[in-house]
């Protein structure tokens, strides 16, 4: 039995022997890209990460993830438009990740557990005033209060939610769905006052470390229409608001709805579940120019919802609408053509966009409002120190999503200002654009189709249209992310390395690259499915 230790010999051919990374002029690098998904995101979550975490599974991981970013996934994960989506490199393969199905399903599984968030940060001492329990006010007091700030928030209305609650229908948002993420952000310490309409500003946030304005769009856009005496003329706010008295607003048998936006959907799809046999949309430009999301106009319609497109109302009275037929000119604006048509209408209800209520800033010094809402800083901060806005009432966007990541932005630039701190944004990777991917290594796996409420039930119910997916299809879906521009350890690059330069640095460690025998030659580059390495200068 031979007892030498143990030895390779080298041949005289061998790379190990001749250090073929002496040959190099390029050498691969590791890379972490933005995902598109992540990229795209208003409420700044890192999508990738948690579908790699639901590919596990490990769904409460994955879940945690999103709540580092947005405290309502099951609430996002059925009112939220889906940018995302839109962004995903998979639909120019196939189809987009369902990543918005794969949400709400994290988000219900979460309350199904009855998982929470603990407060694990020691208290600042640090009060923060929050007006508007929407949810850019809610998801500031989560995230505040994750931070260690003692908050409090108050609203005028009589229940939390601001627009998700009287702005969204509950076949969108079932009302137990929204009840449970709030409670779970009360539950971590927040007070919340209700009934509470702020008049004096300066009073209310006296005693308050720092203060975030986030009142919702909750007055309607009015216009004026010719009307006689006995035409019933609604706001659609007031309508969708009305929906959670115990007595739902009257609206008759024929209903024509004014105006082209989600809230107009949302005001006609509600009509015909509260029994107008004839629900009508008036807008003035063509679908292609209208500012509700496709997939609203699409369910309006399979509703049964009439659409008028290139109309405008100029004249109403009691049981009857004029309508005039217009035109776009060369720019795209409409133009009125003297052509008319009367429709029946028992109610018009208008829905022309809301605006804020911004009576509350009175006497409150350094704000300014410019075309209806409030100048803010990089940092959301406005003219006032120490007083920050938000959601609404600012420009931008007004989705819930918006709102989340304003909220989770003002409570880090409120935490930096209490704490004299600095909050700057990490400086963002490069694209993952679908060009770097080598999708040869993807098989094709169409989207996961959520099923709906059947047809029949749609008008005649208030029940939940768009359902959600089980554990089988979640996982499905969420292993259909490419991990763009990251790398998720598939091994190509260790298998097709012919130098053997490729180190395994074990599970989550990823790998390394052994320079000594690396010659560049790039077929690791090449080679990669999600575009994670890219070949730079060999320094001299």
């Not at 890192?46 to 596990?56: D, F, M, P, T, V």
């Not at 800033?361 to 704000?367: E, F």
Request: with cysteine; charged share 25%.
């Amino acid at each position: 039995m031979n007892d030498k230790p143990f030895a390779i010999t080298l041949g005289v051919g061998s790379s190990l022997a001749n250090k073929t990374g002496a040959w190099r002029t390029e050498r691969p690098v590791y890379m972490d890209r933005l995902p598109p998904c992540n990229n795209a995101c208003p409420a700044g979550e890192n999508i990738q990460r948690w579908l790699s975490l639901a590919e596990e599974p490990s769904y409460e991981a994955a879940w945690r993830q999103i709540m580092q970013d947005n405290p309502f996934p099951a609430i996002m994960g059925r009112v939220c438009y889906r940018p995302c989506e839109s962004a995903c490199n998979r639909g120019t393969l196939d189809e987009a990740v369902g990543i918005n199905s794969v949400e709400r399903f994290l988000g219900d599984e979460a309350i199904k557990q009855g998982w929470t968030m603990p407060v694990t940060i020691e208290p600042s001492g640090k009060r923060v005033l929050v007006i508007g329990a929407g949810p850019a006010g809610l998801s500031a007091a989560y995230h505040l209060t994750l931070l260690g700030h003692s908050v409090t928030v108050m609203d005028s209305g009589s229940a939390p939610g601001g627009m998700m609650r009287f702005g969204i229908p509950r076949y969108r948002l079932p009302r137990h769905i929204l009840d449970a993420e709030i409670d779970r952000i009360l539950d971590m310490g927040v007070t919340l006052e209700l009934d509470r309409t702020v008049t004096d500003l300066p009073q209310a946030i006296r005693g308050y470390n720092a203060a975030f304005l986030a009142v919702g769009a909750h007055i309607g856009k009015r216009a004026y229409i010719p009307a006689g005496d006995s035409a019933r003329i609604l706001d659609a706010v007031a309508v969708l608001r009305g929906m959670e008295d115990a007595e739902p607003p009257l609206l008759g048998r024929r209903v024509v709805v004014y105006g082209g936006g989600n809230t107009a959907m949302d005001a006609a799809r509600t009509a015909k579940r509260l029994g107008a046999a004839d629900a009508i949309v008036v807008y003035r430009r063509t679908r292609d120019r209208m500012p509700a999301h496709d997939s609203e106009v699409t369910e309006a319609v399979e509703e049964g919802v009439r659409m008028k497109w290139l109309s405008t109302i100029s004249h109403a009275d009691g049981g009857a609408i004029t309508i005039e037929k217009m035109r776009l000119d060369e720019t795209g604006f409409p133009q009125p053509t003297s052509e008319y048509e009367e429709l029946a209408a028992d109610s018009v209800v208008l829905a022309l966009g809301q605006e804020a209520d911004l009576s509350l800033l009175a006497g409150l010094p350094g704000i300014e409002v410019e075309h209806g809402v409030v100048k803010v800083a990089p940092n959301l901060m406005t003219g006032c120190p120490g007083v920050f806005a938000g959601g609404d009432m600012v420009p931008a966007e007004r989705t819930v999503t918006v709102a989340v990541g304003h909220g989770k932005k003002a409570a880090r630039h409120i935490d930096a200002w209490l704490r004299r701190s600095s909050n700057e944004a990490a400086p963002r990777h490069e694209l993952a654009d679908f060009d770097l991917l080598n999708t040869w290594y993807y098989s094709d796996a169409p989207a996961t189709v959520r099923s709906k409420l059947d047809l029949a039930r749609r008008t005649t119910t208030f029940d939940e249209v768009e359902h959600g997916l089980d554990q089988e299809t979640a996982l499905y879906e969420a292993r259909r992310c490419l991990s763009c521009g990251n790398c998720f350890e598939c091994d190509n690059c260790y298998g097709v390395c012919p130098d053997n330069a490729i180190v395994k640095l074990g599970p989550g460690l990823r790998y390394e690259i052994d320079l000594d025998f690396c010659k560049g030659c790039g077929l690791c580059v090449s080679e990669c499915p999600a575009g994670a390495i890219e070949m730079v200068p060999e320094i001299t």
